[in-house]
């Protein structure tokens, strides 16, 4: 974790701009975003944060160029000689406001979908929180979270006796839902899936996990997977406090259990943001050498499922309009977004899509770690989240599917905010609610609306 | 004076702007990118197409901001016509327009004068967006106004060397063709003001280019590589 007391004075103006300078020695991506920017504005058009209320320091550019106008000022010629003439400007020390307005990015990379030149944003936005992490200005409310999830590999900070209570009961559901034993594997070596949801799927909107044990039963590959009851959450705020040391910290302990575990796969839950640092972070980029497994997504292995016919669903079921939110790391970031489409319309009777969706879709406005922030929960409700709510209203429907357990926080605030007319959910949960065993879907009436 | 900014500036001005995009261009290419930027959905096609495609039609402006982009392509199209055009301040190929049967002369005048009045125009909106919309006045500076009115100075002496008085093109022809050869000795200097305006100012902007952010002309395919790579 960055450090523990907050650095000040001059010790603090001269990090900041050394940590600005080092920008030259790369990333790529981030020295090109230092020198490319028209400065057309249509990051500002398409931002969800922007759009809700549109304050000077919440245009994209204006709080990207809180790191810009100073890399400028220090490292390049133009800026040098010609100083605010060519938009430089130093650090006046305030590094405050840089964790102000860089906890208002959500990290969505909208702007890069529309940017002329895809100029990314949130790269900035994340160096703006890891300069501010290294000083000891992360937020409490995030430190707090990386701090859990270090000492006890999630980031609720359940004990594995919790998470085993938790297990027990959704057994129990099963139970009676379907008046069979479906079980939920735990800690089982030498099997093949080795499952890593995000802990709000065990503990919070359990029926995600339901509808993936039910796959794996009736595919009759119940002894193939398990989970591990010390790593059952794949989420990892490093990501979000821009600290790359804490997210490999947190990430090891999943690759090493799932080594453990003696897996061809892990199984990545509906979470994004822990899909993308598995897939396109750690597989991708060999953080941990080769490894004895490959990282697959559950949405994509129910839906190859789907698709070769293996799975038969009662619509009845989920007779309510239901449409899809793309979250920002599955789609943007990771491609996947047809996947949980085919799972919702193999298994609810209305889906309805919701305008632009996909790649171009609008950030549930809690995205970038912001959802677990109740400090800012005002700028969450009011602010980031005005286009989603339109978006949602248009669509008419009564239930929300979401793959992220950050973007259902923040819709379940919202509901309770706005009074909103709809429930928030899974995309397995409602195959959990329709999917066929023996011939027959669980017998339950008393959905809760949410969880 | 007229010796040292008429014979010796120009090749400066041609130095700096290629050691000065050359110097960009390594420093981008050099400098590590660990980890993938992929954004979704990639492009169905390859990258270098889809790259090119963003180069030449601007989409991703066009989903996002249908105005900006009429406006933008049409400046930039413009500008790159008027590129092609000026060729042929510096050297003729007259055996190609007797090939196509065109009379080189008539058809840059017409064409040349139609796409120096529609830039005019685009310029000077693309200077009324900045400062009549909110959120692109809030991140206009000084060089994003400079650069506008650079060019639009540019394109104005341009447009009245076409459009004013007479303006023997020959004369001109013959300093650039001398100024190529290194033929300095008897060398005539272009009188004309409005072309020693013109003149100097795009100068101004080519040395300019380099070191501000019109370099995204080059930058694109940099930036757009890190997000449509797999
Ligand atoms: S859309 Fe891209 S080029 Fe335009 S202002 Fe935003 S970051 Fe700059
Ligand atoms: S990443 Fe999202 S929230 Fe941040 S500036 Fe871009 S569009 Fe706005």
Redesign the interface.
């Known amino acids: 974790m960055g450090n523990k007391d907050k650095v000040t004075g001059e010790g603090l103006r001269k990090s900041v701009i050394d940590s600005i300078k080092a920008i030259?020695?790369?990333?790529?991506?981030l020295?090109?975003?230092m020198?490319?920017?028209?400065?057309?504005?249509?990051c500002?058009?398409?931002c969800p944060v922007?759009y809700g209320e549109?304050t000077?320091l919440r245009?994209p550019?204006?709080r990207s160029?809180l790191i810009r106008s100073v890399f400028k000022k220090h490292s390049?010629?133009?800026g040098k000689i010609l100083g605010?003439?060519?938009?430089a400007k130093d650090f006046d020390g305030d590094l405050q406001k840089f964790v102000d307005a860089f906890y208002e990015c959500t990290g969505c990379?909208r702007c890069?979908?529309?940017?002329?030149?895809?100029?990314?944003n949130s790269?900035i936005t994340r160096k703006g929180r890891a300069i501010a992490d290294s000083l000891g200005y992360t937020p409490e409310t995030m430190k707090n979270v990386v701090k859990t999830s270090l000492e006890t590999c999630n980031t609720d900070g359940a004990s594995p006796e919790a998470f085993k209570a938790a297990i027990d009961f959704l057994e129990e559901e099963m139970k009676d839902e379907h008046g069979i034993d479906i079980k939920i594997p735990v800690d089982v070596v030498g099997t093949d899936y080795f499952y890593v949801p995000p802990s709000g799927d065990v503990l919070v909107n359990p029926e995600a996990t339901t509808g993936i044990a039910k796959v794996f039963y009736v595919l009759g590959m119940q002894d193939k997977w398990t989970m591990s009851s010390k790593c059952f959450d794949g989420a990892n705020y490093g990501l979000f406090t821009g600290n790359d040391a804490d997210m490999k910290a947190d990430n090891k302990p999943y690759v090493d259990e799932a080594k453990r575990l003696g897996v061809k796969y892990m199984f990545m839950g509906e979470c994004g943001h822990a899909y993308r640092i598995m897939k396109?972070?750690m597989e991708?980029?060999k953080w941990w050498g080769e490894l004895p497994f490959k990282v697959i997504n559950c949405m994509e292995w129910t839906a190859d499922r789907i698709k070769e016919g293996k799975l038969q669903f009662d619509k009845s079921k989920n007779p309510m309009p239901v449409t899809y939110h793309d979250p920002c790391n599955f789609?943007?970031?990771?491609?996947i977004?047809e996947a949980p489409r085919i799972i919702l319309k193999a298994s609810c009777q209305d889906f309805r899509e919701m305008y632009p969706n996909?790649?171009?879709n609008w950030c549930c406005g809690g995205g970038g770690g912001l959802s677990a922030m109740d400090d800012i929960r005002e700028f969450r409700m009011k602010v980031s989240s005005v286009k989603k709510m339109e978006q949602i209203s248009d669509t008419g429907a009564e239930y929300l599917a979401t793959a992220c357990s950050n973007c259902k926080r923040q819709f379940m605030q919202l509901i309770e905010t706005h009074n909103a007319a709809f429930a928030i959910g899974g995309v397995h949960d409602m195959l959990s609610r329709a999917i066929l065993i023996n011939g027959k879907a669980a017998e339950r009436v008393d959905w809760e609306a949410g969880g | 004076m007229d010796v040292f900014v008429f014979k010796i500036v120009p090749f400066f001005t041609i130095l700096i702007f290629i050691l000065g995009i050359s110097y960009r261009f390594y420093t981008w290419k050099k400098t590590p990118q660990p980890g993938a930027m992929t954004l979704f959905p990639v492009p169905h096609e390859s990258t270098s197409l889809s790259i090119i495609k963003e180069v030449v039609f601007f989409p991703s402006l066009f989903r996002s901001d249908k105005t900006l982009w009429g406006f933008s392509w049409i400046f930039h199209a413009a500008l790159a016509l008027i590129f092609i055009g000026h060729v042929r301040v510096f050297t003729d190929f007259p055996a190609l327009w007797k090939a196509l049967s065109i009379d080189a002369d008539v058809m840059s005048a017409v064409s040349g004068g139609i796409v120096g009045i529609i830039i005019m125009i685009a310029a000077i909106l693309l200077l009324f967006r900045r400062f009549g919309s909110k959120r692109v006045r809030e991140i206009s500076g000084f060089p994003d106004y400079f650069a506008l009115l650079l060019i639009l100075a540019i394109v104005v002496t341009g447009n009245l060397m076409r459009f004013g008085e007479h303006f023997d093109l020959q004369i001109t022809r013959e300093y650039f063709s001398q100024l190529f050869t290194l033929s300095f000795a008897g060398m005539e200097i272009p009188q004309n003001p409005t072309f020693r305006l013109h003149f100097l100012l795009a100068q101004l902007l080519i040395i300019y280019i380099p070191f501000s952010k019109m370099l995204h002309f080059g930058g694109i395919f940099f930036t757009q590589t890190l997000i449509k790579r797999t």
Do not use: H, Q, W
């Not at chain 1, 020198?35 to 249509?42: H, L, N, V």
């Open positions: 030259d020695k790369g990333p790529k991506v020295k090109l975003y020198d490319m920017c028209a400065r057309c504005g249509t500002a058009e398409v922007y549109p000077e245009n550019v204006v160029d390049t010629i133009s605010a003439l060519a938009g990379r890069a979908t529309f940017c002329p030149f895809g100029i990314d790269v396109m972070m991708k980029g789609g943007r970031s990771c491609g977004v996909r790649g171009e």
